[in-house]
C-alpha cells in the first residue's frame, strides 16, 4: 500500500511557539567569552608562566612547579589515569626517578581569550633507562587561567607521545652480474 503525505505550511501563529523556543534557547546560550583576543600583555605573561613551568621542571624544583599550577590543576597523561589537583601532581613527581635527560620544548602557538589561554607545544627528550638509550617526542596542550591578582596559573595539561619514525626502507637486493 502506498499512502502520499500532503505536505501543508502552518499558518504563521502555528509557527510562532517554534520560533519563541529558538529565541528563547539562543538567548539562554553562554555569553561569549569576555576580553576578546589576548592582549600583548597578556600573551606575554602566560610566555613568562610558561618559562617559568620550564625552568622549575630543569631544575626539578617541584616547589616552584607547583606554584604555577592552580588549585584544581589536572594533568592528562596518555600512561595513567588523570592526575587531579596540584597536591596529587606534586606526589606524583616526588615519586619520579629523574635520571640523565635531555629535554627541550618548542612553543608552536600562545593563544587564548579573556582569562583563558593555552600553550600548545612539543617536545624531544633523551635520557637512558636501564643501561639504554631512549628518545621521544610528543606534543601537548596547557591550558592557563587568569587569577584575580592578573597572573597566570596552569590549569590543564595534557599530552601524548608522537608515533616513532617509520624505519629506513631496506636497500635493494644485490644483483648478480649475468641476470
Known amino acids: 500500500m502506498i499512502r502520499r503525505l500532503r505536505a501543508s505550511t502552518p499558518s504563521p501563529s502555528a509557527r510562532t511557539p517554534c520560533?519563541?523556543?529558538?529565541?528563547?534557547?539562543?538567548?539562554c546560550a553562554a555569553p561569549p567569552p569576555a576580553g576578546g583576543p589576548l592582549s600583548a600583555e597578556d600573551r606575554a605573561a602566560v610566555q613568562s608562566a610558561w618559562e617559568g613551568i620550564l625552568a622549575a621542571e630543569a631544575a626539578?624544583?617541584?616547589d616552584a612547579l607547583s606554584a604555577h599550577l592552580t588549585?584544581?590543576?589536572v594533568h592528562l597523561d596518555p600512561r595513567s589515569t588523570p592526575l587531579s589537583g596540584r597536591a596529587a601532581?606534586?606526589?606524583?613527581?616526588?615519586g619520579m626517578q629523574f635520571g640523565d635527560a635531555t629535554v627541550s620544548?618548542?612553543?608552536q602557538e600562545i593563544g587564548g581569550s579573556g582569562d583563558m589561554a593555552y600553550v600548545w607545544w612539543t617536545m624531544n627528550g633523551n635520557w637512558t633507562e636501564g643501561g639504554q638509550p631512549r628518545?621521544?617526542?610528543?606534543k601537548g596542550l596547557t591550558v592557563f587561567r587568569k587569577q584575580a591578582d592578573g597572573g597566570w596559573l596552569a590549569a590543564r595539561n595534557a599530552w601524548n607521545?608522537?608515533?616513532?619514525?617509520?624505519?629506513?626502507p631496506a636497500p635493494p637486493?644485490?644483483?648478480?652480474?649475468g641476470n
Not at 607521545?161 to 629506513?168: G, I, K, L
Open 19 to 27: 520560533w519563541a523556543a529558538v529565541l528563547l534557547v539562543a538567548g
Open 105 to 107: 620544548y618548542e612553543v
Open 161 to 168: 607521545a608522537n608515533p616513532p619514525p617509520p624505519a629506513p
Open 60 to 62: 626539578l624544583d617541584w
Open 135 to 138: 628518545q621521544t617526542s610528543a
Open 173 to 177: 637486493a644485490a644483483r648478480r652480474r
Open 71 to 73: 588549585e584544581d590543576f
Open 89 to 94: 601532581w606534586r606526589t606524583w613527581l616526588d
